[in-house]
């Protein structure tokens, strides 16, 4: 069984332009979840996707926004870019439903650098 | 709110000695709690998980967790540790509701040859 999979693996960018990420989850999983990982900054929620629709977003500004797709599959946008949005984004998926509900299986992230 | 606490930055043994990392959390309901391990530039690997039941749990690559309500822990263990355990360890705590996992700040484990 494929795990959760992430594009591109590697993204360099410049201040003030747009990042797209991507995430495709374990065939089946219905729930998405996005995480940064900044150096210094630890592990973040950003946002969680389930069955289509936003459920919950972290403490972050609306230029980070994202979609989920009716295959479930999910895109990250981060908009005007800052040099502090240099991170590892991580991907998870989640069955949504059931006890396994609460276990989250990540992907390999996309390392996005702005300069 | 919900927090989780791993006291130690970092932590360095010797090849073949016994392992213990800290975590320590506060949430208002019962906890669902997970330890991931995390090589430079990878993404996150469970290593094992807490949902109910046994307060012990056992997780691959020869870990184990015990969780102890009474002091609010989850901390991992290995009874003897190989270079290759050589990682970044996170404890993270699940909150079904509102669909996020919280992190420690991690522990870097060097290991000793």
């Known amino acids: 069984e494929a795990g959760v999979t992430q594009s591109p693996t590697h993204l360099i960018k410049t201040r003030g332009q747009q990042a797209t990420l991507r995430c495709s989850p374990i065939?089946?999983?219905?729930?998405v979840y996005w995480y940064q990982q900044a150096l210094g900054l630890g592990l973040q929620f950003l946002l969680w996707?389930?069955?289509?629709?936003?459920?919950n977003r972290g403490n972050f500004p609306p230029r980070f926004s994202g979609r989920q797709f009716p295959n479930y599959s999910s895109e990250l946008n981060v908009n005007a870019l800052e040099l502090e949005d240099s991170a590892l984004y991580l991907c998870?998926?989640?069955?949504?439903?059931?006890?396994?509900?609460?276990?989250?299986?990540f992907g390999p992230g996309t390392r996005l650098t702005v300069l | 709110a919900q927090s989780v606490t791993q006291p130690d930055i970092h932590i360095t043994v010797s090849e073949g000695a016994s392992l213990e990392l800290r975590c320590n959390y506060s949430?208002?309901?019962?906890?669902?709690l997970f330890w991931y391990v995390q090589s430079p530039g990878q993404g996150l690997q469970l290593l094992l998980k807490?949902?109910?039941?046994?307060?012990l749990v056992q997780g691959i690559k020869g870990f184990e967790a015990e969780f102890k309500r009474s002091q609010s822990s989850f901390n991992l263990r290995k009874p003897s540790v190989h270079w290759s355990d050589a990682a970044e360890y996170f404890c993270?705590?699940?909150?079904?509701?509102?669909?996020?996992?919280?992190f420690g700040d991690g522990t870097t484990l060097t290991v000793k040859p």
């Open positions: 993270a705590l699940h909150n079904t509701n509102a669909g996020k996992s919280t």
């Open positions: 998870a998926s989640s069955p949504g439903t059931g006890s396994s509900y609460n276990e989250q299986f």
């Open positions: 996707y389930d069955e289509g629709e936003e459920r």
């Open positions: 949430y208002g309901a019962t906890p669902y």
């Open positions: 065939s089946g999983h219905t729930s």
């Open positions: 807490y949902f109910s039941g046994d307060t």
